[in-house]
């Protein structure tokens, strides 16, 4: 299997001296093209710093994350741009839309960054809004929707340029459950169909169990990684 | 992310907090209309002056009399600004240039002697009347002159071709009211009558000339009738009859250039001064006026700045406000990979938008006010009546782009600070900003 991220010895402390504190203590983990992985673990256990890291939103204070086996301090300006905009994909838990905007505007933003024109950004924010069935409510305003709806927008965003890995941040977080559902089916389906790999931060242990693999994060270490049985899902 | 695109997004959110946009525009636009209101009553009055240059010559043209002769002639061209000719007063004597003055004249140092240009004693007829009045009035100035050599702004009809065999004249402005016309359009096509006395015996002859136009007035004017290349010989041929032979080839002043990269003003002046000349140049005619004005301009600017001083202190304030609102668009944008370039450029567009926005109105706006004024000022009663060519607000494009990119540059340069903010914030902010 081919490694996308490899993560070694990864330790990240915010503040200094005294109030230094350690979220991340020599994490090494592996994640694998294609598999779903829940990051699991209580709030304040280090679970959102690791994911940020994962995908390069915070530099590590120690230890080496390499994507594609890229070292990740080699990935200046341009090129880390380049792959924050063509090889991630967010789903954040709090959303993160531009209410007075539209359902299309809002999804076509990492195209519009990407510099792909109108037209063409348009064709595919429709294509990645059917996939997640809101084709009808492009033209609204994304402050008009409802929870389970945002977040759809918010996975049709994060597909919208074909990324390699996806992150989804308590993706069901802000959901009851039958809606909370039907995110989790979009999000696995995205990972069968179309090979994208996942990688889920959450606090639900059904959610997890759904994963191929579970890393629980416990102060800033990861206290157990275990893998879910093939045919069991 | 395109040019286009981050203009559009730059001006889509400019616009979502409407009020507050509304209001710092409303500071710049106080900044700029001041400015732009001021540099065009510069720019009018300037441009006005110049007018009254050109008429004349130019920056090296000197006007010389013999010492003694400006103050009468000095008066007669005071009088032209206020545009009512001097009744005829048959003690009025003119003090002339003989020919060995002039022979004196053009040995001084820094005289261009091939520039000399004698105005003709033998060309001022001795008093102008018409058949609607019974007063006669003296010729301003010069007189009569060839038209062709002057440019003159017109208030109606136009210049007399001078080769026309014709008695046409081109009258200044306040003769056609002295002479019995209530309109200066009314005296188009009429008749007037200048008169020519022999001072020997007393004798007058007159002669007939049809007015076709009349003269802009002006404050430094120094001119007379223009007439076409018949009447003045007809009226030379007449003066120089009658006149005594001692008066004969006399030359009432003397218009000439002088080395102006050898001598200063005051300089030639002197020289002329030791010579037994007096010398007027253009700066004596037009300085003042350039002096006051411009003082003027300078404080009116210094208010201007100091408004738009002001307003860019807002443009700061209001960017980073909207940094502070938009913290987790920010981080969102940065972490789906938008440049730390794109989003400095996004909010230093938002930056000069401000400055474009505030710049156009206070320039439609200082437009509209400066064209209502330039109509009320030269209505009947109105301060600029009797100067219908001086435009006091004048909007030229030069003038007009450039406030537009001073404006627009001290937006940009207030939008820096705020910008440098919103490019180097964290992305993990916006993801944990609740």
Known sequence: ?233 | MSIIDTIRTANHNLFRNKLRTFLTILAIFIGSFTIILNSAINSGVNNFIDDQIDMIGGKDYIVITKAGAMNSMGGAMMNMGAGTPIEYDENAQAVSFTKNDLAKFESIDGIDASSIDRQDSGTSYTYITSEKTSKKYQGNGLGIMPAGDFTIPMIVGDIPDPETKENLIALESGYPKALGYDKDEDIIGETVTLGIKDEVTGKVKEFKAKVIGVQAPGVVAFNGAAGTKQLVKEVKDEVEKYYPEAKRNTYYAITARFDNSKYTESEIKQILEDNGFEGMTVSDMSGMIHVFFDAMSVILNIFGGIALIAASIGIINTLFMSVEERTREIGLNKALGMSNGRIFAEFSIEAISLGFWGSAVGIILSMIIGNIVNNLTHQPGGILEALPTFNLFNFTIGNILTVMFIVMFIAFLAGTAPAWKAAHKNPIDALRYE
Do not use: W
């Open chain 1, 1 to 233: 299997m081919n490694t996308v991220i490899e993560v070694k010895n990864l330790t990240k402390t915010y503040g200094k001296k005294a109030n230094a504190f350690t979220a991340l203590k020599n994490v090494s983990l592996n994640i694998y093209k294609g598999e779903s992985v829940a990051i699991i673990g209580k709030s304040g256990s280090g679970k959102s710093t690791l994911m940020h890291s994962l995908a390069l939103l915070d530099k590590p204070t120690a230890g080496t994350i390499k994507i594609d086996g890229v070292d990740s301090t080699k990935l200046k300006g341009k090129a880390l741009n380049q792959l924050r905009n063509k090889s991630f994909g967010f789903v954040f838990q709090q959303f993160f839309m531009n209410p007075s905007d539209s359902v299309l505007e809002n999804v076509t933003l990492p195209l519009k960054i990407a510099g792909i024109r109108r037209k063409k950004r348009h064709q595919l924010a429709s294509d990645a809004l059917k996939t997640v069935e809101l084709t009808e409510r492009e033209k609204f305003k994304a402050n008009d929707l409802s929870g389970g709806q945002k977040q759809r927008v918010c996975i049709a965003r994060a597909i919208v340029n074909n990324p390699k890995i996806l992150f989804a941040d308590e993706p069901t977080g802000n959901l009851d459950s039958t809606t909370g559902d039907k995110i989790i089916k979009l999000l696995f389906d995205l990972n069968k169909d179309k090979g994208v790999t996942l990688i889920i931060v959450t606090h639900d242990e059904d959610l997890a169990k759904l994963c191929d693999r579970q890393i629980r994060i416990s102060d800033g270490t990861i206290a157990e990684e275990t893998k879910t049985k093939k045919g069991k899902k």
